[in-house]
């Protein structure tokens, strides 16, 4: 799954590319990727075509393009990319929705291997489209309100890496980056999210905005090749990575092998001395 770091990086080259663009067609390839479009897929290439593109934004993974007062929102699910290229490039099997400009210049094409990914119309999501308002702001966000989120995590019963991961509380922030932040910060990510001091958690959402800045300068995180940016291009976060996928291997600070925990059907990487396990822990 893409992190924000990641889906920044797409953000940017989308800017770069896009900004000031007329869309001339959208020709779609699978239908499934607009399923979150109630009126179809007909509907969706009509509603774009001929919309000049203003910006294009963010809050945590999803992103949109905003059309006059309307928005195209977009969220990439666990390999969807949004790729710029020469519009006579050949269609890869994966292309599920093809944006051609009427500048006649490079296109857009959402490819997306797993479909979970999808593309939607927001009617007045310009500003912020209605379908994502729920979302927390995220680290990186002007919006962000450290004290509130604060006192939001004080009343969580639920263990801080959890926590972390709930959209509604702070966005952007995945299993990769919660567990290299919860290293950074010697916390257990078992540790009760209402047992924390004011100060751990903001030296954590410190944390979290370092190694979110440290990943987009180094182009985001790719394990498998998938997350890339709008250039098909990845990033070599990885080899920074404290603990995260390097279960055995020595801890950078302390050089005890690093833990591998079940988690949420996932995995919680940490270090067994720098990060002592809570003997109350929730999760
Ligand atoms: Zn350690």
């Given at each position: 799954m893409p992190e924000l770091p990641e889906v920044?990086?797409?953000?940017?080259?989308?800017?770069?590319?896009?900004?000031?663009?007329?869309v001339d067609s959208v020709e779609l390839l699978h239908p499934r990727a607009v399923r979150r479009h109630a009126a179809g897929a007909d509907d969706f290439a009509a509603a774009l075509a001929g919309r000049?593109?203003?910006?294009?934004?963010?809050?945590?993974?999803?992103?949109w393009l905003p059309v006059g007062e309307d928005a195209l929102l977009a969220h990439l699910g666990m390999s969807g990319q949004l790729l710029i290229g020469d519009p006579d490039r050949p269609v890869s099997p994966h292309v599920r929705a093809r944006f051609a400009f009427r500048d006649g210049g490079p296109d857009l094409r959402f490819t997306d291997q797993r479909t979970f990914g999808?593309?939607?119309?927001?009617?007045?999501?310009?500003?912020?489209p209605a379908a994502i308002a729920h979302i927390a702001p995220d680290p990186l966000e002007p919006a962000?309100?450290?004290a509130a989120l604060t006192a939001r995590l004080a009343a969580r019963r639920t263990g801080i890496k959890r926590a972390l991961l709930d959209q509604?509380?702070?966005?952007?922030?995945?299993?990769?980056?919660?567990?290299?932040?919860?290293?950074?910060?010697?916390?257990?990510?078992?540790r009760a999210a209402d047992g924390l001091r004011r100060g751990d958690v903001a030296r954590l959402i410190t944390a979290v905005q370092e190694v979110f800045t440290e990943a987009l300068d180094a182009g985001g995180t790719s394990f498998d090749s998938l997350y890339?940016?709008?250039?098909?291009?990845?990033?070599?976060?990885?080899?920074?990575?404290a603990v995260y996928g390097r279960?055995?291997?020595?801890?950078?600070?302390?050089?005890?092998?690093?833990?591998?925990?079940?988690?949420?059907?996932?995995?919680?990487?940490?270090?067994?001395?720098?990060?002592?396990?809570?003997r109350r822990g929730r999760w």
């Open positions: 920044e990086i797409v953000r940017r080259g989308l800017r770069r590319h896009l900004l000031g663009r007329v000049r593109i203003d910006g294009a934004l963010r809050r945590g993974k999803y992103l999808h593309l939607s119309f927001a009617p007045g999501g310009a500003v912020l962000f309100d450290l509604s509380l702070v966005s952007g922030v995945g299993n990769i980056y919660a567990d290299e932040a919860l290293w950074r910060v010697r916390l257990h990510w078992a890339v940016n709008v250039n098909g291009q990845s990033g070599y976060f990885e080899r920074s990575l279960a055995g291997q020595p801890c950078r600070r302390c050089g005890s092998p690093v833990r591998r925990e079940a988690f949420m059907n996932r995995s919680a990487f940490s270090c067994p001395k720098c990060q002592p396990r809570p």
